[in-house]
């Protein structure tokens, strides 16, 4: 069961913010293995996205693990043909991020 303890660390998509202290199980955090994108979007770069924008640095490491693990390509792109990594290397709030997926293979 997660808790709120209303501690915003930074915006992670256009409503919910990221919550310090908030302990997600790792059920919610496989959850995300599961999204479909609405488009044409490469699955396995969908799901990355997502969880890169829902997630603290510290759940998303958790996610890459169950990520590689189940088969996934953490190398996926865009169709403007970019990696989560290319995409957030510039994002100067995303090094912890960025420092997951190289450690987990991203190139």
């Known amino acids: 069961m997660a808790y709120f303890l209303n501690k915003v660390k ?8 990221k919550v310090e202290d908030e302990q997600w199980s790792d059920d919610r955090i496989k959850g995300f ?3 479909k994108p ?5 699955p396995d770069y969908h799901i990355l ?3 890169y ?4 640095a510290a759940f998303f490491a958790r ?11 953490i190398n996926a792109q865009s169709l403007e043909g970019e990696t989560l990594l290319s995409r ?5 709030s995303s090094t912890d991020y960025a420092q997951v ?6 190139i």
């Open 10 to 17: 930074n915006v992670s998509g256009p409503s919910q913010p």
């Open 33 to 35: 293995l599961l999204l």
């Open 38 to 42: 609405q488009d044409e979007a490469n």
């Open 49 to 51: 996205r997502q969880a």
């Open 53 to 56: 924008q829902h997630m603290t």
């Open 63 to 73: 996610f890459i693990v169950m990520f590689v693990e189940a088969g996934h390509d």
């Open 88 to 92: 957030i290397s510039s994002h100067m």
């Open 101 to 106: 997926l190289k450690d987990h293979g991203a």
